[in-house]
T-cell receptor, first 114, second 114 residues
Framework: GAGVSQSPSNKVTEKGKDVELRCDPI?????LYWYRQRLGQGLEFLIY????????KSGLPSDRFSAERTGESVSTLTIQRTQQEDSAVYLC????????????FGQGTRLTVV | KQEVTQIPAALSVPEGENLVLNCSFT??????LQWFRQDPGKGLTSLLL?????REQTSGRLNASLDKSSGRSTLYIAASQPGDSATYLC?????????????FGKGTTLSVSS
């Protein structure tokens, strides 16, 4: 597709369950970012991928959060043993190179933990 | 640690007014600055990207300026329209060319009344 695609668009899960969120970046974009946006709050950086490696994982809030990227394309963000405070919109962005190019965002996955 | 502040947090104007949104950042060693628009329940749409060597960028009724030394950027919207109602986010990238995350402000929520 032409833009960054995220799935699912909405996810409701029970507390304690694991969830996987998917991001398909723009084709050819080597840099990929995950952000979290809680209701009424700003965007919190979670993790950055350059190719398939993650040089910056500093934003992951706990060891329940992990992410991987394969084939320099699709990335999945996994949240284990979800808690209610994990409820947020998870946004993915991609960039052509790590240099001075624009970042393009997907529409996000709205995660609700009940 | 880079911090980005946007003032005001909210702004209401009548249609037709020109307006300025402000963004400030604490570390002037940035690679670039990007302005985004976010509509309720949606992802982010890139508006303008200013490289650290540039002073301003223009797109239609939008003009963004950058004063890196003072840590400030402004987004000027001319002849505002109700369709401009959204949250406007400012984000900066640090000076590490290996690839760094965008650090976001909390946004200015703009409401333009007809």
């Amino acid at each position: 597709g032409a833009g960054v695609s995220q799935s699912p668009s909405n996810k409701v899960t029970e507390k304690g369950k694991d969830v996987e969120l998917r991001c398909d970046p723009i084709s050819g974009h080597t840099a990929l970012y995950w952000y979290r946006q809680r209701l009424g709050q700003g965007l919190e950086f979670l993790i950055y991928f350059q190719g398939n490696s993650a040089p910056d994982k500093s934003g992951l809030p706990s060891d329940r959060f992990s992410a991987e990227r394969t084939g320099e394309s699709v990335s999945t963000l996994t949240i284990q043993r979800t808690q209610q405070e994990d409820s947020a919109v998870y946004l993915c962005a991609s960039r052509l190179t790590p240099g001075g190019t624009e970042a393009f965002f997907g529409q996000g996955t709205r995660l609700t933990v009940v | 640690k880079q911090e980005v502040t946007q003032i005001p947090a909210a702004l209401s104007v009548p249609e037709g007014e020109n307006l300025v949104l402000n963004c400030s950042f604490t570390d002037s060693a940035i690679y670039n600055l990007q302005w985004f628009r976010q509509d309720p329940g949606k992802g982010l749409t890139s508006l303008l990207l200013i490289q650290s060597s540039q002073r301003e960028q223009t797109s239609g009724r939008l003009n963004a300026s950058l004063d890196k030394s003072s840590g400030r950027s402004t987004l000027y919207i001319a002849a505002s329209q109700p369709g401009d109602s959204a949250t406007y986010l400012c984000a900066v990238r640090g000076g590490n060319q290996a690839g760094t995350a965008l650090i976001f402000g909390k946004g200015t929520t703009l409401s333009v009344s007809s």
